[in-house]
């Protein structure tokens, strides 16, 4: 059984930064892609970030490229997202998700974690 597990959530002023952690159990990460999603209230769940099995490729959001940024350590079985310039419209719950391959619908995925929240205040 996988499970991911999230943390770095929190209340930050616009400008700020938080560093989402996932740290996942019961698998090996470096056999696999791992992303970040959100959901804003009222809204659906959107992509963020993806990296690769490697780490060598990752792709963002156009509302978020230049402020976040995602890496991983697979020695740590963790994936990062740094995230800074934060807006109030970064408002939201911030998934992980771990799949075979590098996907980007915000459905379908292998294994998602229970979400942190992510609150930027103006």
């Known amino acids: 059984q996988v499970h991911l597990v999230e943390s770095g959530g929190g209340l930050v002023q616009a400008g700020g930064s938080l560093r989402l952690s996932c740290a996942a159990s019961?698998?090996?990460?470096?056999?696999?892609?791992l992303g970040w999603f959100r959901q804003a209230p009222g809204k659906e769940r959107e992509f963020v970030a993806v990296i690769s099995r490697s780490g060598s490729t990752t792709d963002y959001a156009e509302s978020v490229k230049g402020r976040f940024t995602i890496s991983r350590d697979n020695a740590k079985n963790t994936v990062y997202l740094q995230m800074n310039s934060l807006k109030p419209e970064d408002t939201a719950v911030y998934y992980c998700?771990?799949?075979?391959?590098?996907?980007?619908?915000?459905?379908?995925?292998?294994?998602w974690g229970q979400g942190t929240q992510v609150t930027v205040s103006s």
């Open positions: 998700t771990l799949d075979r391959y590098i996907r980007y619908a915000p459905t379908d995925h292998e294994y």
């Open positions: 019961g698998r090996t990460i470096s056999n696999y892609a």
